[in-house]
């Protein structure tokens, strides 16, 4: 998504001012609609009853597979289950299914199975239900050869013996006979073999050609450094696919999310290496010169700093958010007054007030040189008029970090032999499920049509002030206000310029129908690329027609979760 610069509305609105008095000022009407019943309806919701807490149930092991794929495909292929749910636990992940014969609201079949995937290796094990199905009794030669290979699927001693009890044939141990036998076996419990320098660089080596493949995982990049002192190795995976697209980005997300662990150490992230590698592969698949003019990403200096090494100190470096430490024992006034801050939409007004935002807070002296360090020296580009049209929080980029974890490593961390093999499944995984087209409109959601069409059925006076080439600009009240307040001096201290400030925003509309393409300096514009006044004012400007289920919902109301009642039908008398 390219990025443009925004406009400097303190400015403008100095600029402004002057200009209206002398030109004209028009009111856009009130919106007035020809249809009688545009009330929503309220529906009875009854209680849901409490589910009932399910029995235990006695677990017997079946069979240990090589991946997770030829588990599932082996469950696929019995045809008589389906997937119920996922529980985390301490070896890795549990998967449920349940016999598909019943249906899934009401009572359930006894007989169900689950898959144990570990977060330290890719084998897979299946358990079933000893109800409802016939098992073969196995007699077993050696009572320790089977405590041996119950043992090595990770079953703790009582699990041992429970598994012990249902084979036939055999004298069952005592629980302590159990776990005094398990003692000389406690070193070999988490056995990894651990991977030398020299097997990883050989790795690397091998995966560094580039297929032909365009969604096959290799090794753009890597780094093996050898020394007695201080070993160190960095290396970057990616798909032919990831790179096409990422070719004509301006807007880089980065962070760095840590589960890896190596000779028994955790493993820090450096980024220089993977801008580096992005950009030289880039040029040498495409011929293209890769320059992304945005970094969106938290407070780590080292991937500022790497960003900036690679591409230069001409890009914007825009801070996701101001850190969680930086509100902790903080005056709740003084929160909400550094939300009002965030709040400002060009660089002008916010050297302004974050002015008086310290000479407001100057009392407060461990916190404002702490904040004045931080957050207006080092990490400046916090406030939502940073850049124009780059995204205001680093949530997806976040969203992925925890998908990493959940999906992939278990929230385990994982030694690098085994990194080696997630980091390409799910790098393959994110190549395969990239859309081939990026979104060039904001998505309006049914919840931003009911807002836009309840701010337009409200009294509000919406002048328009002035007309250019492109754009017609209008002025709307903020909040509950139906008339735009006019100041007669500008402000001075931070409590007037909350006041100023949040008392009316400014709508810029193209001439044609292509309104989507409309501005605001509203928060919420800022954060979605879209917000209730352009929406709202295309429907008094009857640009846009909003769908019906956007008018069943009483004015003042909020939209309630779920899909929209459907229209009762009409009364016909015959």
């Known amino acids: 998504m390219a990025s443009s610069s925004?406009?400097?509305?303190?400015?403008h609105s100095k600029s402004l001012s002057s200009f209206v008095e002398q030109s004209f000022v028009e009111k856009v009407p009130i919106l007035e609609s020809d249809e009688e019943n545009e009330q929503g309806t309220d529906t009875d919701e009854g209680t849901i009853p409490k589910k009932k807490r399910s029995q235990s149930k006695d677990w017997i092991f079946v069979k240990k597979f090589e991946d997770k794929h030829s588990a599932e495909e082996y469950i696929k292929a019995e045809k008589i289950w389906s997937f119920l749910r996922t529980h985390d636990v301490e070896e890795g992940r549990k998967k449920y299914f349940r016999c598909n014969k019943v249906v899934?609201?009401?009572?359930?079949?006894?007989?169900?199975?689950?898959?144990?995937?570990?977060?330290f290796s890719d084998e897979v094990l299946l358990f079933r239900t000893d109800s409802d199905h016939d098992h073969?009794?196995?007699?077993?030669?050696?009572?320790k050869e089977e405590i041996n290979k119950l043992y090595d699927l990770h079953l703790k001693p009582k699990a041992i013996l429970a598994n012990?009890?249902?084979?036939?044939?055999?004298?069952?141990?005592?629980?302590?006979?159990?776990?005094?036998?398990?003692?000389?076996?406690?070193?070999?419990k988490y056995g990894q073999p651990t991977i030398s320098l020299g097997e990883l660089e050989a790795w690397l080596r091998s995966h560094s050609p580039i297929p032909d493949n365009e969604h096959e995982v290799y090794v753009i990049g890597y780094e093996v450094i050898k020394e007695t002192s201080s070993p160190r190795f960095r290396f970057v995976l990616s798909t032919k696919y990831l790179l096409q697209k990422a070719r004509d980005v301006k807007v880089i997300h980065a962070d760095a999310t840590y589960k890896l662990v190596w000779q028994g150490f955790p493993v820090l992230v450096k980024t220089k290496l993977l801008f580096d590698a992005i950009k030289t592969n880039i040029f040498n698949l495409y011929s293209q010169t890769f320059k992304p003019e945005v970094l969106v990403c938290d407070a780590a200096k080292a991937i500022q700093n790497a960003f900036i090494e690679v591409f230069g100190e001409d890009v914007t470096i825009r801070m996701s958010h101001v850190e969680k430490d930086t509100r902790k024992n903080v005056h709740k006034d003084l929160l909400t007054d550094l939300d009002s801050l965030q709040a400002v939409t060009d660089s002008e007004t916010f050297e302004l007030a974050s002015q008086a935002f310290l000479k407001k807070w100057e009392d407060e002296t461990t916190f404002i040189q702490y904040f004045k360090e931080q957050w207006l020296i080092q990490n400046r580009n916090w406030y939502l008029g940073a850049h124009m049209g780059t995204p205001a929080t680093n949530n997806a980029l976040e969203s992925?970090?925890?998908?990493?974890?959940?999906?992939?490593?278990?929230?385990?961390?994982?030694?690098?032999?085994?990194?080696l093999?997630?980091?390409?499944?799910?790098?393959?995984?994110?190549?395969?499920?990239?859309?081939?087209?990026?979104?060039?409109?904001?998505?309006?959601?049914?919840?931003?049509?009911?807002?836009?069409?309840?701010?337009?059925?409200?009294?509000?006076?919406?002048?328009?002030?002035?007309?250019?080439?492109?754009?017609?600009?209008?002025?709307?009240?903020?909040?509950?206000?139906n008339k735009i307040q006019n100041f007669e001096n500008t402000?001075?201290?931070?409590?007037?310029?909350?006041?100023?400030?949040?008392?009316?925003?400014?709508v810029d509309l193209p001439y044609n129908i292509d309104w989507m393409h409309g501005k605001c300096n509203c928060p919420a514009f800022y954060k979605k690329y879209m917000c209730k006044h352009i929406i709202g004012l295309a429907i008094r400007l009857?640009?846009?027609?909003?769908?019906?289920?956007?008018?069943?919902?009483?004015?003042?109301?909020?939209?309630k979760r779920g899909r929209p009642s459907k229209s009762k039908p009409a009364l016909i008398i015959q």
């Open 136 to 143: 073969d009794s196995k007699t077993l030669a050696c009572i």
């Open 421 to 481: 093999t997630v980091a390409s499944e799910f790098v393959n995984g994110w190549s395969l499920a990239v859309d081939e087209v990026f979104a060039t409109l904001p998505t309006m959601t049914l919840k931003d049509w009911t807002e836009a069409y309840q701010w337009a059925k409200l009294p509000k006076d919406v002048i328009l002030t002035y007309s250019d080439d492109a754009f017609k600009h209008y002025e709307v009240p903020a909040g509950k206000a």
């Open 164 to 188: 012990l009890t249902k084979i036939g044939g055999i004298k069952v141990p005592k629980l302590s006979q159990v776990r005094t036998y398990l003692i000389d076996r406690r070193r070999c």
């Open 6 to 11: 925004g406009e400097g509305n303190a400015s």
């Open 104 to 119: 899934r609201k009401g009572p359930q079949c006894s007989a169900q199975l689950y898959l144990l995937m570990y977060s």
């Open 542 to 559: 009857k640009l846009a027609n909003p769908p019906p289920e956007a008018k069943n919902v009483l004015i003042g109301q909020k939209r």
């Open 400 to 419: 992925h970090n925890r998908v990493i974890k959940d999906e992939y490593t278990l929230r385990e961390r994982l030694p690098l032999s085994r990194f």
């Open 491 to 506: 402000w001075t201290d931070f409590d007037e310029y909350k006041v100023q400030w949040f008392s009316k925003w400014r």
